[in-house]
């Protein structure tokens, strides 16, 4: 599976699980740690784990497992590590106070219009 088509996997995973403000940056061109970042909003912390939870078990199913899983723990902000795409699952108010589309506003979006149903 190349990175574009774990991204669209991933993002379609987190839709159906009502994964909230969905956003896919592009980071090839700004970084080697790999070619996309997918940031999603959990409605808690239950939820912050159920997305996570649901994203691993679907890649699993496909064959793809994280190099590295962080934050779940605590589950504020898991970061699952599939080597081409990072995934950051955050609550509302750990993703307000990090604020990585700041941080990589040079970085282009990814148009996921076709891929999320825009239900929160």
């Keep these: 599976m190349n990175s574009e088509e ?20 592009d980071i090839r061109e700004l970084t080697t ?4 970042f997918v940031l999603v909003t959990g409605t808690s912390v239950p939820h912050v784990k159920a997305l996570a939870e649901e994203v691993e078990e679907a890649l699993s199913k496909e064959g793809v497992e ?11 902000w898991i970061l699952m ?4 795409v990072i995934l950051h699952i955050f609550t509302k108010e750990t ?19 076709g891929l999320v149903t825009g239900e929160d």
């Design 95 to 113: 993703r307000e106070f990090y604020n990585m589309e700041r941080l990589w506003s040079d970085a282009p979006r990814l148009d996921l219009s």
């Design 6 to 25: 774990l991204v669209k996997k991933i993002v379609g995973t987190l839709d159906n699980k009502k994964g909230m403000d969905i956003v896919g940056i």
């Design 66 to 76: 994280p190099r590295r899983v962080e934050g779940a723990q605590t589950a504020t």
């Design 33 to 36: 740690i790999g070619d996309y």
């Design 81 to 84: 590590d599939y080597q081409d």
